[in-house]
């Protein structure tokens, strides 16, 4: 069996030594380096061979690659990075690193055709100067495979570790038994969709109820079809930490300890830091020095215990004194499993997508809660930027910074001149502004590149903030709008430029399609063509609506028309609101979620509830509540507990949050959920007519029945539970609003008093 390996891939793995050291970086951008590798190329003469492809074998080994030019007229085969700064403050195990690219690639290419002699040439090309710099080296055919053999005989035995890993996780995968007695109602047809997905190669888009066991209803299969399908690694995607726990403990189920299945969790860099306080190099940080000299004995370690969520692998990380970050970073190429956030597969930089690119790895995605990419996806494509963080930075900033920066202070100011409302959205953009943000994102790069003291934070947020605003530049276009709203400032109006993505199609399609299988699944997908339309979903993207495993019976939906939660009928509604909570409280007491459309809205009903009946046990959200608060507010729901827990729609406690039994036994929602009527929802509504024709139940029905589906769904969560849900507005009446609820509810109608209730 033959282990294929791309040479960047070989080379990371046989010639990094030493600290991990980020100091020569800044450096370019993807972007910049594309534009760079454009501008050495495009010097060259005619007959100049531009990402020259390559592929070699020693032994069991396959290794391939594209070269990024040969120049035939001068023998010369060419490695090219670019950079930013003095070239001398380079760190000389990158330098080594880059050496080692292109003697592989100056080894396959005497190889391929046949050359017996060989100019191999490093060439960096600074972004700032647009000048060359270049580095060369005559080579034999024979040294070049010397150097060649020597690079695959250091990576073979790893090679050969991994190809037996891979026979043993294949062959106990094939026998893998389903880790319960049996399957849940709808979990075999959940299991089996996403097993002829995963088995097809095909899109998935899975709607599924809670409490059906959705996560290991579709781990097991997908694992069950790695081996017939030769699948390299699955991509577990949560919204939230409680659904990588979710995964992981799944994954502990169906995985028994010693079955030879790798499980990585990928933690964010703030919360894996050690050091938060210090920088990225082995003179600053004790965990960077000497990284890559001590990182083969932290990885052999951490692919010994097969599962590597955050507390073992920081244990880990730290017995080998390394970084736990980067360490997890470095084993995301060697896991079977990888548990992590969408951004890791699905943003402009993400780890998991480049790594597939890279190694032309078939991948099976699963994305939990799939509900939420699309708004997920909006964030990762979108960039404010506020003139306060230029004015914080622009006093302390270096000479040539300074010039550039009171460029752009002078055109931020022209935005506001130019504008007379509070909010304006433009279809195309100011190409001043941003000529002056890329002069001054450049300034700082290149005073960042030479600077040898560690770089001030404001002024290198403010230029990773410039460089994301930059790069949505490049790929703007009816995806998404720059707007600007301003605010008022100590010298007049202030604005705030955002390039805001409104439909994340553009973006996200494509790395579905990178995917070899793509499982999208949630307790709400409906309806079937808006996330298939906002997500950019292959045109063959099957659909699975799994029936409830329950009943009518168990939940009792009551629809309250006489009262209107609209904006010009909010201070009517108050008392009525009010009256109805406490008189079904009266009625049946125990744990109960109200949720409203806004902070203030939900004040203003439990402060009046709390006056009419301050006998009842009544607590809140908060605004921004940490993660402990959160979890003060959800042990109040104690078992055989009495409370009324008012929240917001939408927030934290609307999905997500597991209430069996009666820690939870039923939920008022006085709100359809709609976004509200703004400039910005409004040119959503727009973009989205336009694209798909139906802007008003893109932009605000269906994103707003949504989060009513998913606080109802708090209140059951498993065969035995009992509940109610009380919609409380006359428009959940309407047939549109209708058809979008869980067909298994049976709604009873109350309408004004006096009026006869009905069932739809």
């Given at each position: 069996m033959q282990y294929t390996v791309p040479v960047r891939a070989l080379c990371e793995f046989t010639a990094k030594a030493g600290d991990l050291d980020l100091r020569f970086t800044p450096a370019p951008t993807a972007l910049e380096g594309i534009a760079g590798h454009a501008a050495v190329t495009a010097r060259r003469g005619g007959g100049y061979e531009r990402e020259?492809?390559?592929?070699?074998e020693f032994a069991r080994l396959r290794v391939r690659g594209r070269a990024d030019g040969y120049d035939p007229g001068r023998n010369r085969l060419e490695e090219i990075k670019t950079h930013r700064g003095d070239l001398a403050r380079q760190p000389a195990n990158h330098r080594h690193l880059h050496w080692a690219q292109a003697r592989v690639y100056g080894s396959l290419l005497c190889e391929a055709r046949g050359i017996d002699s060989l100019v191999v040439a490093l060439v960096y090309f600074d972004i700032a100067s647009q000048k060359e710099t270049v580095i060369e080296a005559v080579h034999t055919r024979a040294e070049l495979r010397e150097f060649f053999e020597a690079q695959c005989s250091r990576f073979i035995a790893w090679a050969d570790q991994e190809l037996a890993h891979r026979g043993l996780r294949d062959a106990a995968l094939t026998a893998l038994a389903f880790p319960h007695p049996s399957f849940r109602e709808g979990q075999r047809d959940l299991a089996e969709a996403a097993w002829r997905a995963a088995a097809r190669g095909r899109c998935l888009l899975a709607q599924a109820p809670t409490g059906i066991g959705k996560t290991v209803g579709t781990l097991f299969p997908v694992l069950k079809a790695l081996p017939g399908r030769g699948v390299d690694k699955v991509f577990f995607l949560a919204a939230k930490t409680p659904g990588r726990q979710l995964a992981l403990d799944a994954l502990d189920r169906i995985a028994a300890p010693g079955t030879p299945l790798r499980v990585l969790e990928l933690t964010a860099r703030d919360k894996a830091c050690e050091h938060p306080d210090k920088a990225c190099h082995g003179d600053s940080c004790p965990l960077a020095k000497g990284f890559y000299d001590r990182l083969p004995a932290a990885r052999a370690a951490a692919l010994a215990q097969s599962k590597m969520d955050r507390t073992t692998l920081r244990e880990t990380a730290l017995a080998h004194q390394v970084c736990p970050y980067y360490l997890s970073q470095e084993l995301a190429r060697w896991t079977d499993v990888v548990v992590g956030d969408y951004h890791y597969f699905f943003d402009g930089a993400a780890l998991l997508h480049a790594l597939t690119q890279e190694h032309a790895w078939k991948a099976a995605l699963l994305v939990d809660e799939a509900h939420n990419l699309p708004d997920r996806g909006r964030e990762m494509y979108s960039a404010r930027m506020d003139p306060a963080a230029l004015n914080a930075v622009r006093r302390k900033a270096p000479t040539a910074v300074r010039r550039a920066m009171a460029r752009l202070a002078r055109e931020w100011d022209a935005l506001a001149t130019a504008q007379s409302d509070e909010y304006a959205a433009y279809e195309t953009l100011p190409q001043d502004w941003f000529d002056a943000l890329q002069r001054t994102a450049s300034a700082i790069g290149d005073h960042l590149a030479e600077a040898p003291h560690e770089p001030a934070p404001q002024l290198q947020q403010f230029w990773f903030d410039a460089l994301a605003m930059l790069r949505?530049?490049?790929?703007?276009g009816e995806h998404s709008v720059f707007d600007v709203t301003l605010r008022p400032g100590p010298r007049g109006a202030q604005a705030l430029p955002c390039i805001r993505n409104l439909i994340p199609a553009p973006f996200l399609g494509p790395r579905v399609r990178d995917a070899n299988s793509a499982i999208l699944f949630s307790a709400t997908l409906n309806p079937f063509d808006f996330y298939r339309d906002t997500l950019g979903l292959p045109e063959d993207t099957a659909w699975a609506d799994v029936a409830s495993p329950f009943s009518a019976e168990q939940l009792s939906v009551r629809l309250v028309r006489s009262i209107s939660t609209r904006w010009q009928d909010r201070d009517r509604s108050l008392e009525p609101i009010a009256g109805l909570i406490a008189q079904h409280y009266a009625g049946?007491?125990?744990?109960y979620l109200a949720f409203f459309?806004?902070?203030?809205?939900?004040?203003?009903?439990?402060?009046?509830?709390?006056?009419?009946?301050?006998e009842l046990p009544v607590f809140e959200q908060a605004p921004g509540m940490p993660e402990a608060q959160r979890r003060e507010f959800l042990d109040r729901f104690a078992p055989g507990g009495r409370g009324i827990g008012f929240a917001v729609l939408g927030g934290s406690f609307g999905e997500g949050i597991d209430l069996p039994g009666d820690r939870l036994v039923g939920a008022f929602i006085a709100t359809l959920g709609l976004p509200q009527v703004n400039p910005v929802n409004e040119e959503m509504?727009?973009?989205?007519g336009r694209a798909f024709g139906a802007g008003y139940d893109y932009a605000y029905l269906y994103p707003g029945i949504r989060k009513v589906v998913q606080a109802a769904g708090r209140v059951i969560r498993?065969?035995?539970?009992?509940g109610t849900v009380v919609l409380i507005d006359d428009r959940f009446a309407k047939p549109e609003v209708r058809a979008l609820l869980p067909g298994w509810w049976k709604v009873e109608v109350e309408g004004l008093p006096g009026s006869v209730s009905r069932a739809f």
């Amino acid at each position: 069996m033959q282990y294929t390996v791309p040479v960047r891939a070989l080379c990371e793995f046989t010639a990094k030594a030493g600290d991990l050291d980020l100091r020569f970086t800044p450096a370019p951008t993807a972007l910049e380096g594309i534009a760079g590798h454009a501008a050495v190329t495009a010097r060259r003469g005619g007959g100049y061979e531009r990402e020259v492809t390559l592929e070699g074998e020693f032994a069991r080994l396959r290794v391939r690659g594209r070269a990024d030019g040969y120049d035939p007229g001068r023998n010369r085969l060419e490695e090219i990075k670019t950079h930013r700064g003095d070239l001398a403050r380079q760190p000389a195990n990158h330098r080594h690193l880059h050496w080692a690219q292109a003697r592989v690639y100056g080894s396959l290419l005497c190889e391929a055709r046949g050359i017996d002699s060989l100019v191999v040439a490093l060439v960096y090309f600074d972004i700032a100067s647009q000048k060359e710099t270049v580095i060369e080296a005559v080579h034999t055919r024979a040294e070049l495979r010397e150097f060649f053999e020597a690079q695959c005989s250091r990576f073979i035995a790893w090679a050969d570790q991994e190809l037996a890993h891979r026979g043993l996780r294949d062959a106990a995968l094939t026998a893998l038994a389903f880790p319960h007695p049996s399957f849940r109602e709808g979990q075999r047809d959940l299991a089996e969709a996403a097993w002829r997905a995963a088995a097809r190669g095909r899109c998935l888009l899975a709607q599924a109820p809670t409490g059906i066991g959705k996560t290991v209803g579709t781990l097991f299969p997908v694992l069950k079809a790695l081996p017939g399908r030769g699948v390299d690694k699955v991509f577990f995607l949560a919204a939230k930490t409680p659904g990588r726990q979710l995964a992981l403990d799944a994954l502990d189920r169906i995985a028994a300890p010693g079955t030879p299945l790798r499980v990585l969790e990928l933690t964010a860099r703030d919360k894996a830091c050690e050091h938060p306080d210090k920088a990225c190099h082995g003179d600053s940080c004790p965990l960077a020095k000497g990284f890559y000299d001590r990182l083969p004995a932290a990885r052999a370690a951490a692919l010994a215990q097969s599962k590597m969520d955050r507390t073992t692998l920081r244990e880990t990380a730290l017995a080998h004194q390394v970084c736990p970050y980067y360490l997890s970073q470095e084993l995301a190429r060697w896991t079977d499993v990888v548990v992590g956030d969408y951004h890791y597969f699905f943003d402009g930089a993400a780890l998991l997508h480049a790594l597939t690119q890279e190694h032309a790895w078939k991948a099976a995605l699963l994305v939990d809660e799939a509900h939420n990419l699309p708004d997920r996806g909006r964030e990762m494509y979108s960039a404010r930027m506020d003139p306060a963080a230029l004015n914080a930075v622009r006093r302390k900033a270096p000479t040539a910074v300074r010039r550039a920066m009171a460029r752009l202070a002078r055109e931020w100011d022209a935005l506001a001149t130019a504008q007379s409302d509070e909010y304006a959205a433009y279809e195309t953009l100011p190409q001043d502004w941003f000529d002056a943000l890329q002069r001054t994102a450049s300034a700082i790069g290149d005073h960042l590149a030479e600077a040898p003291h560690e770089p001030a934070p404001q002024l290198q947020q403010f230029w990773f903030d410039a460089l994301a605003m930059l790069r949505l530049a490049e790929t703007f276009g009816e995806h998404s709008v720059f707007d600007v709203t301003l605010r008022p400032g100590p010298r007049g109006a202030q604005a705030l430029p955002c390039i805001r993505n409104l439909i994340p199609a553009p973006f996200l399609g494509p790395r579905v399609r990178d995917a070899n299988s793509a499982i999208l699944f949630s307790a709400t997908l409906n309806p079937f063509d808006f996330y298939r339309d906002t997500l950019g979903l292959p045109e063959d993207t099957a659909w699975a609506d799994v029936a409830s495993p329950f009943s009518a019976e168990q939940l009792s939906v009551r629809l309250v028309r006489s009262i209107s939660t609209r904006w010009q009928d909010r201070d009517r509604s108050l008392e009525p609101i009010a009256g109805l909570i406490a008189q079904h409280y009266a009625g049946q007491p125990g744990n109960y979620l109200a949720f409203f459309s806004s902070f203030d809205y939900m004040r203003r009903v439990s402060t009046l509830l709390r006056e009419q009946h301050p006998e009842l046990p009544v607590f809140e959200q908060a605004p921004g509540m940490p993660e402990a608060q959160r979890r003060e507010f959800l042990d109040r729901f104690a078992p055989g507990g009495r409370g009324i827990g008012f929240a917001v729609l939408g927030g934290s406690f609307g999905e997500g949050i597991d209430l069996p039994g009666d820690r939870l036994v039923g939920a008022f929602i006085a709100t359809l959920g709609l976004p509200q009527v703004n400039p910005v929802n409004e040119e959503m509504r727009r973009r989205m007519g336009r694209a798909f024709g139906a802007g008003y139940d893109y932009a605000y029905l269906y994103p707003g029945i949504r989060k009513v589906v998913q606080a109802a769904g708090r209140v059951i969560r498993t065969r035995e539970d009992r509940g109610t849900v009380v919609l409380i507005d006359d428009r959940f009446a309407k047939p549109e609003v209708r058809a979008l609820l869980p067909g298994w509810w049976k709604v009873e109608v109350e309408g004004l008093p006096g009026s006869v209730s009905r069932a739809f």
